[in-house]
């Protein structure tokens, strides 16, 4: 299994970008596909995430400007972010995991940085 991040970069505050997870060798429908993040000296936190059948869950700070979506034609998985903040700024990961058999995949992360 691998798992691709792209799309991280600088952007202004209020700004937007969309992030890419490319996933090989995974099928999405049996894998809560996530976004976490982690920023310097802090703990890596849960973004937003893709349940099974559909189902989103966001992180409260993200709630109304992330969106998480997964086209299943191109195995990807995107984190559209709008209305950036600086508090946003952190590496960004994509996380692939099962539920009942603790099988547990990470990218290797891009950067986001929010800065005028």
């Known amino acids: 299994v691998q798992l691709v991040e792209s799309g991280g970069g600088l952007a202004q505050p209020g700004g937007s970008l969309r992030l890419s997870c490319a996933a090989s060798?995974?099928?999405?429908?049996?894998?809560?596909m996530g976004w976490y993040r982690q920023a310097p000296g802090k703990p890596r936190e849960l973004v937003a995430e893709n349940l099974y059948r559909g189902a989103t869950n966001y992180a409260d700070s993200v709630k109304g400007r992330f969106t998480v979506n997964i086209d299943n034609n191109k195995n990807t998985l995107y984190l559209q972010m709008n209305s950036l903040k600086p508090e946003d700024t952190a590496v960004y990961y994509c996380?692939?995991?099962?539920?009942?058999?603790?099988?547990?995949?990470w990218g290797q992360g891009t950067q986001v940085t929010v800065s005028a």
């Open positions: 060798d995974l099928n999405f429908a049996f894998y809560i």
């Open positions: 996380n692939a995991r099962t539920q009942t058999t603790g099988l547990d995949y």
